[in-house]
């Protein structure tokens, strides 16, 4: 998520010392871009993704990314999302609820439901 944020920020890295897994999972997400962000725009209700901040976009795109291209357990990579929300974003305690609410909706428009 870190690395998303610095990137849509047009913050600079140095390749070398991003895990190179990540460096390859972020690489992969931005190929995906137009789908990850059409899915969450989708599960939001009344809002859209360019209406958030940067932090949340990027967590956001991250967990999709992860349900949708990683396979990785719904459960799993939501709770997550959420987690990283608490420490970066949840400043009013609002929204963990609200990323939680778009992260259960993608979830289901990933499954098709």
Same mark, same amino acid.
Do not use: C, R
């Given at each position: 998520? #870190?690395?998303?944020?610095?990137?849509?920020?047009?913050?600079?890295?140095?390749?070398?010392?991003i895990? @190179?897994?990540?460096?390859?999972?972020?690489?992969?997400?931005i +190929? *995906? +871009?137009?789908?990850?962000?059409?899915?969450?725009?989708?599960?939001? +209700?009344?809002?859209?993704? #360019? *209406?958030?901040? #940067?932090?949340?976009?990027?967590?956001l795109?991250f967990?999709?990314?992860?349900?949708? &291209?990683?396979?990785? @357990? &719904?459960?799993?990579?939501?709770?997550?999302?959420?987690?990283?929300? #608490?420490?970066?974003?949840?400043?009013?305690?609002?929204?963990?609820?609200f990323?939680?609410?778009?992260?259960?909706?993608?979830?289901?428009l990933?499954?098709?439901?």
């Amino acid at each position: 998520m #870190k690395l998303l944020y610095l990137l849509e920020m047009g913050g600079e890295y140095d390749e070398e010392t991003i895990d @190179p897994t990540v460096f390859n999972a972020v690489s992969d997400l931005i +190929t *995906h +871009t137009d789908e990850i962000e059409k899915i969450i725009n989708d599960a939001m +209700t009344g809002w859209s993704l #360019k *209406h958030i901040n #940067k932090v949340d976009q990027a967590i956001l795109k991250f967990a999709v990314y992860e349900m949708k &291209y990683q396979k990785i @357990p &719904y459960q799993i990579a939501i709770n997550e999302a959420l987690e990283v929300t #608490k420490e970066y974003s949840d400043l009013d305690g609002k929204q963990v609820a609200f990323n939680n609410k778009v992260l259960d909706k993608a979830k289901d428009l990933i499954l098709g439901k």
